[in-house]
């Protein structure tokens, strides 16, 4: 999921038109659980992309970006509010 979300930042898709592809793909309509985690994903992608593209370095890569998310649920038991941001 975090892999798709990201490579469709890095593409500058609009992202209406991003999240409807995140749902075709995904199928998360019965779990509101899940369609709250792709949307944190989704988010996340993006925000990564603005900062990205912003800073002075090059694009971060989609498998670097999956695989961050990935050790910071592994490393605080699914909490991954250090990457996702804290939900208010």
Request: proline share 1%; hydrophobic share 35%; aromatic share 4%.
């Amino acid at each position: 999921m975090a892999v798709v979300a990201h490579s469709l930042a890095r593409e500058q898709i609009q992202r209406p038109k991003a999240d409807a592809i995140m749902v075709r793909i995904y199928d998360v309509a019965d779990s509101d659980r899940g369609k709250e985690l792709m949307r944190d994903i989704t988010d996340a992608a993006y925000s990564t992309q603005r900062d990205t593209s912003a800073s002075a370095g090059g694009t971060a890569s989609s498998k670097k970006f999956a695989e961050e998310l990935y050790v910071t649920c592994m490393k605080s038991g699914g909490d991954m509010d250090q990457m996702l941001g804290r939900r208010s």
